[in-house]
């Protein structure tokens, strides 16, 4: 079964300083998806980045960044000129490749303080 | 239309009700899921819809009935629960297997279930 470890049950950054989240994963496939989710306290899931496990290049959207180790099994999100907006729960997530309905398998999430 | 809509918002029932559920995605999505989040906790899944068919249940009580009446709308029914059930109950749709199935999950704001 595959599993995703967040070993950071809360981390905090200054407002416009930079934040690395740690995510590791298990599996034995090899075609699969890699995601961070946001959830503010609204409670709203929000898709952060995606990486696909066959692309070598680490995604990238706006302030957002991954870092993608694929044997070792390592996915951190990069949050530079971090703002208060940041703050949130922040899951790391995997899922199979091209399987409808396949099951999103989450960490259990690290809770990020932005301070002013 | 990208969203995911449930309804409603905010839940209130007591353990003798029987109330329900409402999921609508209009995006063209072929799996829907019905997620269970505890606060400050992942979601857990509880059920997956592939194809308006039910591809996985969780071992999750028959005092929860999913049903998929179409491709667009995903309902759970609740009947007898306990107040161990009161959670954040999360909707959630994705494409079928090809192109966009990288694209993860699209979630909907939830619905906050307290059971008295």
């Known amino acids: 079964a595959q599993t995703v470890t967040q070993s950071q049950p809360e981390m905090s950054v200054q407002e416009a300083e930079t934040v690395t989240l740690s995510c590791t994963y298990d599996t034995s496939e090899s075609d699969y998806y890699l995601f961070w989710y946001k959830q503010p306290p609204s409670r709203q899931m929000i898709l952060v980045i995606r990486q696909e496990a066959y692309k070598q290049q680490n995604a990238t959207e706006n302030r957002f960044s991954v870092n993608f180790q694929k044997a070792a099994k390592s996915f951190s999100l990069k949050i530079s000129d971090s703002q208060l907006g940041d703050a949130a729960m922040y899951f790391c997530?995997?899922?199979?490749?091209?399987?409808?309905?396949?099951?999103?398998?989450f960490g259990e999430g690290t809770q990020l303080t932005v301070n002013p | 239309d990208t969203e995911v809509t449930q309804t409603p918002k905010h839940l209130v029932m007591g353990m003798t009700n029987k109330k329900s559920l409402k999921c609508e995605q209009h995006?063209?999505?072929?799996?829907m899921y019905w997620y269970k989040q505890k606060a400050k906790k992942p979601p857990e899944l509880m059920f997956v819809?592939?194809?308006?068919?039910?591809?996985i249940n969780e071992s999750v009580p028959s005092r929860f009935s999913p049903e998929c009446p179409n491709s667009s709308l995903l309902n759970l029914h609740l009947h007898a629960l306990q107040p161990e059930d009161s959670a954040l109950y999360l909707c959630a749709s994705s494409p079928k297997p090809g192109r966009l199935a990288n694209y993860g999950y699209t979630f909907g704001s939830g619905t906050r279930l307290t059971v008295v």
């Open positions: 819809y592939s194809y308006e068919k039910l591809s």
């Open positions: 995006m063209g999505h072929r799996a």
């Open positions: 997530a995997y899922r199979r490749g091209e399987t409808s309905g396949s099951r999103l398998t």
